[in-house]
């Protein structure tokens, strides 16, 4: 009886770390803002690359931006995760999806649209993302 303590501290010595459920994404991407103004009818388009660096909580159907410190709700829907933007926030109002191919990670596109007084912001971003750690997110966080 003295050795089942014993073979289970062994067990619990052997098993590996116990891990948070969260994933981390990184995702390289090309993005074009087009920027229009209502009053005189002019645009202007900006072309970028940019990281993009999510971190998942599948349990709990949320994920966080390193841009921004805050848990966003998303869905799960045939093999993409999709992030729905609908909302009004001071005087501007934005409307947008992001999907993003998960697990495993792969393409990402987002189309965002961002109607504010004097004009709207367009976006589009597409890339690939590809499975990161929490360091390589938690140093885009701090920056």
Not at 50 to 72: C, E, L, P, T, Y
Request: proline share 3%; aromatic share 10%; with cysteine.
């Amino acid at each position: 009886m003295k050795s089942l303590p014993l073979l289970g501290a062994l067990l619990l010595s052997a098993s590996p770390a116990i891990t948070d459920d969260f994933a981390y994404v990184s995702c390289d991407t090309a993005v074009t803002f087009t920027f229009e103004q209502s009053s005189t009818n002019e645009s202007e388009v900006k072309e970028m690359t940019h990281v993009f660096h999510f971190k998942i909580d599948q349990a709990n159907s949320r994920m966080m931006d390193s841009g921004k410190d805050a848990w966003v709700d998303i869905d799960f829907v045939d093999g993409f995760v999709v992030r729905k933007f609908d909302g009004i926030e001071g005087q501007s109002t934005s409307q947008g999806q992001l999907s993003l191919v998960f697990p495993p990670p792969g393409k990402i596109n987002l189309d965002m649209l961002l109607l504010y007084e004097s004009g709207s912001m367009k976006m589009v971003a597409k890339g690939v993302c590809q499975d990161a750690n929490a360091s390589v997110f938690e140093n885009a966080l701090s920056q």
